[in-house]
């Protein structure tokens, strides 16, 4: 059985709760402690001790020498120091980010050398336990690494292993695509509230068709047949599917990607 894991927490925000909430939930057995640190609010830290069973620090450099692992919860921005400070005191600790655009190589570049690193990738439904998160570990991961990140990522939902480049490349399609369906369902809603629906209502219809098509992806797996099931030739869906098509709504889907990736790499 997998030694308890202490888990320092650097970042206290949406995501690191979600993880935590995720540990506790699933993991009990396997935490020996959590401890959650960010830059000094100690309101939302006290929220959280009050919330689940974790400790605060003040200064999370005391508390680093204990962890096993360590992740990395707060903005790409900050991570710069973090890591300069966070060299100083690694002696054997699992480093773990979940910022957007901050790889393994990254990390290792920063930490010394044989530090294990790994990248998590998590979306918003994290906050429910219904993630697809990617990942991609370093060079220095082993199996004992590994079973301690599985912990982190059953706790949010589901997850996917892609070399580095991949996940860079794969965020637009699992972290900012829900982006576009929110604005899809927004843009639904709207058609319905020019017909003189009460937004109330407009909201309900469009919500519960989007969960009804994805409980029934889950179960088909095939969008294509699914469309064609509710297509029928010549029908009124027809039109409206035409109008998409004559417009590239598919070119258009792959822009909104290739814009995402360029703006997150920077260029
Ligand atoms: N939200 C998502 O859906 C999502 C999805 C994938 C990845 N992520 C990644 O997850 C990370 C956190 O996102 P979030 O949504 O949880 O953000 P958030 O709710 O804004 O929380 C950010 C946290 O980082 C802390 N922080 C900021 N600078 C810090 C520093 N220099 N040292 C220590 N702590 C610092 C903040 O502490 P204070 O409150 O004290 O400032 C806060 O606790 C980001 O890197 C983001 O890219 C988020």
Avoid: C
């Avoid at 990738?121 to 570990?137: C, F, K, Q, R």
């Amino acid at each position: 059985m997998m030694k308890k894991q202490t888990l320092l927490f650097i970042g206290a925000g949406r995501m690191a709760e979600a993880i935590i909430g995720g540990l506790v939930r699933n993991s009990k057995e396997y935490i020996e402690k959590i401890i959650v640190s960010n830059t000094g609010n100690i309101e939302r830290l006290n929220a959280l001790k009050h919330k689940y069973p974790v400790q605060t620090a003040d200064n999370w450099k005391q508390d680093a020498e204990k962890a096993d692992v360590i992740v990395l919860a707060m903005p790409p921005s900050a991570h710069d120091s973090i890591l300069k400070e966070l060299s100083d005191v690694l002696t054997h600790q699992f480093v773990v980010t979940i910022a957007a655009g901050i790889g393994p190589s990254y990390l290792e570049e920063r930490l010394p050398e044989y530090t294990p690193a790994a990248w998590i990738m998590p979306n918003t439904s994290a906050t429910i336990g219904e993630s697809i998160s990617l990942y991609a570990v370093g060079k220095s991961v082993k199996p004992k690494h590994r079973e301690a990140l599985q912990l982190i990522l059953d706790g949010i939902g589901q997850s996917e292993e892609f070399t580095e480049d991949q996940v860079h490349n794969l965020t637009a399609v699992t972290g900012s695509a829900p982006a576009f369906l929110y604005y899809f369902a927004e843009t639904l809603i709207e058609a319905a509230k020019d017909m003189g629906i009460q937004e109330e209502r407009a909201k309900k219809l469009v919500i519960q068709m989007i969960y009804g098509s994805s409980r029934m992806l889950e179960q088909e797996k095939s969008p294509s047949a699914l469309r064609e099931q509710v297509t029928t030739p010549g029908g009124a869906t027809a039109e409206g599917l035409k109008v998409l098509y004559e417009n590239h709504m598919a070119e258009m889907m792959k822009k909104a990607i290739a814009a995402t990736n360029k703006k997150a790499r920077g260029n």
